[in-house]
């Protein structure tokens, strides 16, 4: 038998060509198999084929077409946001090459915990973090104060528990956290997860956080608070009042941190950035670049103001940071995150940024920000549907008209077991709506057309 060849080294190059031309055949035949943007029949008809493929996960004596008929089959079975029909979540198509930068990074394989794993993959990763830090705390640079600075992380949910980290290493486990009824589930999760008192819920009587209800907390509440506003809401995409909550906080003394998860991206363009007017004002900033960012999971920053608070995530592990290796000048990398061994999601991240440039990303933006507006105007003008209010950043509710929430349901999970359509749900204002978060830079008028008719061909449809 012979010894199976690393992706590295003298025939790493070698070695990978054909395996990537047998991962992209089988990619191709796996979407023609699918057929649409979801794979039909439901969660059951799934289970069954990938088992077939699958079959004995350990066995015997190994199958050298494993690696064809599994990418065949996940493809088959996958959920494609590159399809302008999947419309359901934050979950962006790739660019192809932040996909190709993140081969070349499973090829290298640096670990970001020690410099010695990742000499070049540490030194990008200061370079773009603080850069994109510079970016979101943008305005005249103060002298007297260090820069700010951004962790990578895995996404919204680390960063928003790293946020409440910092926050509690910072002022106490009495600090309090006050996020709206809007707020991501992450938030109070990582409040429960670090021990902190119970999070108290502002109302968001119209999807976003009200300051009077704010104001009033803040002020009879006993301290210190932790105020969320969120910058983007994965229901409806909607924006808080940021500079009325930074005002408010600014006046109590209470620290601020702004979940910009998803509309973050907006700081790419120059027709949109200002929607996000007073996010600098923020002690922490989350941010995912694999939704507004079109990267491969995962890609999410945790953006800090300070960066006197990272202190806090400091461990000494004398084979990692010995302290006479960093007295040599060796990076310490161990306070840039909560993890250890550590993937370099910064290439992908940098080669994008370079590859396009401000201008490149920011006419992405626009684009799906221009669809869902015509996405509204299409059901705007339909009689047969009812639009829950135009889109602030690329996310449209809407629900068939005259009809009840189980109706509406139903609707959604026909569609996704015939494999036509994907949508997502919202619950706004004690209604279901129906949600197409369009994150795919592609989609035409045509396809938007066809996922309305879709949706009114199965509503039409007897149960």
């Known amino acids: 038998m012979s010894t199976p060849s690393l992706a590295s080294g003298p025939e790493g190059t070698h070695a990978l060509r054909p395996l990537l031309d047998t991962v992209l055949q089988a990619l191709d035949e796996g979407a023609h198999a699918r057929g649409g943007p979801l794979p039909a029949g439901g969660p059951a008809a799934v289970a069954t084929r990938l088992r077939a493929a699958l079959g004995d996960v350990l066995p ?37 090459v932040a996909t190709a930068a993140d081969l070349a990074a499973s090829v290298l394989n640096p670990s970001l915990d020690s410099w010695d794993q990742a000499p070049a993959a540490s030194e990008l990763e200061t370079l773009v973090t603080r ?32 946020a409440l980290l910092l926050a509690r290493e910072t002022h106490g486990t009495g600090l309090r956290l006050i996020c ?16 902190l008192p119970d999070p108290v819920n502002i109302p968001a009587p119209t999807g976003t956080l009200d300051p009077a209800a704010l104001d009033k907390a803040l002020t009879t509440l006993p301290g210190p608070h932790l105020v969320a506003a969120t910058a983007g809401t994965t229901d409806a995409g909607l924006i808080d009042p940021l500079p009325e909550i930074a005002a408010l906080c600014t006046a109590h003394h209470a620290r601020l941190h702004i979940d910009a998860a998803y509309g973050g991206g907006l700081l790419l363009s120059d027709r949109h950035r200002t929607k996000l007017t007073g996010l600098h004002h923020a002690h922490t900033i989350t941010l995912d670049l694999h939704k507004l960012g079109w990267q491969p999971v ?8 300070d960066p006197h608070d990272l202190t806090a995530l400091h461990q000494h592990a004398d084979y990692l940071n010995a302290d006479d290796d960093t007295e040599a000048g060796l990076p310490d990398l ?23 440039g401000r201008t490149g990303l920011g006419a992405l933006v626009d684009q799906i920000c221009d669809r869902a507006q015509e996405f509204a105007t299409l059901v705007q003008n339909h009689p047969g549907f009812e639009l829950h209010d135009r889109p602030t950043i690329s996310t449209v509710l809407f629900r068939p008209a005259h009809t009840t929430d189980d109706a509406v349901a139903a609707v959604r999970r026909k569609l996704l077991h015939q494999g036509r359509a994907v949508l997502g749900r919202a619950r706004l204002d004690g209604r279901l709506w129906l949600k197409a978060t369009l994150l795919n830079p592609d989609t035409r008028p045509d396809d938007l057309a066809t996922l309305l008719a879709l949706v009114e061909k199965a509503a039409d449809e007897p149960a």
């Open 334 to 356: 161990l306070g840039r995150s909560l993890r250890t061994t550590r993937r370099p999601d910064i290439l992908k991240i940098a080669v994008t940024l370079k590859s396009l």
């Open 60 to 96: 015997q004596h190994g199958d050298p077409d494993a690696l064809h008929t599994l990418v065949q089959a996940l493809a088959e079975g996958a959920a494609d946001p590159a399809d302008p029909l999947c419309a359901a979540h934050l979950h962006c198509p790739p660019l192809a």
């Open 298 to 305: 995962a890609a999410g920053l945790l953006a800090v103001r």
């Open 180 to 195: 709206g009824a809007n707020a991501h589930h992450s938030l109070p999760r990582a409040a429960w997860l670090l021990g």
């Open 131 to 162: 850069a994109l830090a510079a970016e979101v705390y943008a305005g005249p640079a103060d002298p007297h104060k260090p820069r700010p600075d951004a962790l990578i992380t895995t996404g919204g949910t680390e960063s928003n528990q790293l």
